[in-house]
């Protein structure tokens, strides 16, 4: 099985928004908004 989940994120600091995968879904929430660097949580991401 592939996990083909994608998540559409949006920044709540700079409203980028973008669609990511699970991976790196974790990632952002890691290492916050790749943009702006703010730091972001599940709460920032639906499914696509
Ligand atoms: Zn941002």
Known sequence: ???TTD???VCPE???SMVV???MRDA????GCVIC???VSD???SHA
Not at 28 to 31: A, E, K, R, S, V
């Open 28 to 31: 952002l929430i890691d290492n």
């Open 14 to 16: 700079c409203a980028e």
């Open 7 to 9: 998540y559409t994120f």
């Open 37 to 39: 660097g703010s730091s």
């Open 43 to 45: 709460q920032s991401f």
């Open 21 to 23: 995968n699970a991976p």
């Open 1 to 3: 099985m592939t996990d």
